[in-house]
């Protein structure tokens, strides 16, 4: 009935279609794999967009508020601020001249302190020549 070549031609095809099915195993997994692969990068994506999309109404609501300070801060001074300065000037006078003179000078001690002292600073010349002490230092 069968011979000799009918068997191997019989053997080959149940080889091919083994190793077919063995091909396409593993190629879908490698499919499987990638598909895997893409929702994990995808679903990482929508995660930092989401954060992105957080960080840019946090900045927004910063913003509001720095537009809510500045518009406090530019905004002229109220005349009861002036008098209730005035006040509190006349008050300082007044309670000078009632300390004993061993005690500070109160308007001193509250006067601008982003003045820096000149004396603290040591005097450069500015016409004094450098290049001599920068060489030095490269040596």
Known sequence: MFGVYDWVLLGIVVFS???NSVCFLVVFSYFHQINAEMSNASLNFQQSNQSI???IVS???LLDDLDEVSGDLVRPPAMGDVLAQGLQMLMMSKFQQMLPQGMPDLGNMFKDQ???QHSSWPSVDPNQNHDQSIKEHLN
């Open 17 to 19: 279609l083994l190793i």
């Open 53 to 55: 999309a957080e960080a």
């Open 59 to 61: 900045l927004g609501s």
């Open 114 to 116: 982003r003045e820096t």
